[in-house]
């Protein structure tokens, strides 16, 4: 039960985050392209292999902080139902090119962000 609650807690944590953090970068940026989605995605990709890191090569962090910190609060920020929706939305609207972006930047970014995570962790 307890890992349960941490899993929990944790992506309750992480969906706040998301909502903050992805609303900030898309005000700022001020363009359609959802540059939000692909912020929380790529950080949360980056967190996620720097955390997995720590734990499965390292041994740094035990197990109740790997659920709550990979499964509960990079869970709860990443966004991949965001970023199906709005592909989904590029596609429907005839926006093609913004749609292949989108898969591109955000699987890109993702690969690359636990690739960049998991080397971190490694040095540290």
């Known amino acids: 039960m307890l890992r349960v609650l941490l ?9 706040v985050g998301r ?12 363009t359609s392209f959802p540059w939000g989605t692909l912020t929380v ?10 955390v997995l890191a720590l734990s499965l ?3 740094w962090i035990g197990v109740e902080w790997r659920l709550f910190l990979a499964m509960g609060l990079c869970g709860g920020f990443t966004t991949m139902s965001a970023f199906g929706f709005e592909t989904y939305s590029f596609l429907r609207e005839g926006s ?3 749609a292949a972006m989108n898969v591109a930047a955000n699987f890109v970014a ?4 636990v690739w960049i995570g998991d080397l971190l962790g490694r040095v540290i």
């Open 7 to 15: 899993v929990g807690c944790g992506g309750f944590l992480g969906s």
């Open 96 to 98: 093609y090119f913004l």
């Open 19 to 30: 909502y903050l953090v992805g609303g900030w970068v898309q005000a700022f940026m001020a």
């Open 57 to 59: 090569e390292r041994g």
């Open 110 to 113: 993702a690969v690359v962000g």
């Open 41 to 50: 995605n790529s950080v949360g990709s980056l967190l996620l292999g720097l």
